[in-house]
């Protein structure tokens, strides 16, 4: 797996290098913005870690690029700030993880695998009237088209490939944001609401079901 690992700091650097070779991945280095820029938007890298102080920016600007430029690339952020607004403003900018440094090695391996997995299932879902296309990130329903950010994405898609079954708030920020670190936040509950603001209509039942006391559901 060719992973792209943008980090100024040579300790950490050579620290996270020799543990994905160990596991068997290829990994190129960039030192900064403006030397990760290119690799980022070639799409030949199957995931980008990436550290947000870089000596000539922040790395949310790589991330913004990125999917402006629609590279679906997963990027992992690897940063020292801590802050959930910071996490979630990341995550909803187009980033699919944050870890926090210091971290432990196993950790950052075992969200490399998570977010490199290739059996997610099928391209296209279809539940409650919608129809997902995980290819060209679009869903519709009856001709409508419905133009949805990163994260409202990855929440929608969790809940549709599991269509008919409850599933609770941990459950889902572990499937879509890749954490349980958030549990003290209602960011599960905020990006429902985002989503049923634009899916729900005032002649049909919500599109997401409310279970109370547990979590939420997509009807089949």
Not at 29 to 52: C, K, T
Not at 117 to 139: F, H, K
Not at 179 to 205: A, F, G, I
Request: aromatic letters at 6%.
């Amino acid at each position: 797996m060719r992973i792209l690992l943008v980090e100024d700091e040579d300790r950490i650097a050579s620290f996270v290098i020799k543990g994905l070779l160990g596991e068997g991945h290829l990994v190129e280095r960039a030192g900064s913005g403006s030397e990760a820029l290119e690799p980022a938007l070639s799409g030949r890298f199957d995931l980008i870690l990436l550290d947000l102080k870089l000596p000539d920016g922040d790395g949310r600007e790589i991330v913004r690029r990125m999917r402006t430029s629609q590279v679906l690339t997963p990027v992992l952020v690897l940063s020292a700030i801590g802050e959930i607004e910071d996490k979630v403003e990341l995550l909803d900018m187009g980033a699919n993880d944050y870890l926090t440094k210091p971290f432990a090695f196993r950790e950052l391996a075992a969200r490399v695998r998570a977010l490199t997995r290739t059996d997610r299932g099928p391209e296209t879902v279809e539940a409650a009237g919608l129809t997902l296309n995980t290819r060209t990130r679009v869903v519709t329903r009856d001709q409508r088209r419905y133009h949805l950010s990163s994260r409202e994405f990855a929440l929608l898609e969790c809940l549709m490939r599991h269509a008919g079954e409850t599933m609770a708030r941990a459950d889902i920020l572990q499937a879509v944001w890749g954490t349980s670190s958030y549990t003290e936040s209602n960011v599960v509950d905020v990006y429902v609401r985002y989503l049923r603001r634009k899916l729900d209509t005032p002649d049909t039942q919500s599109v997401i079901e409310t279970v109370r006391g547990v979590g939420y559901r997509v009807a089949r």
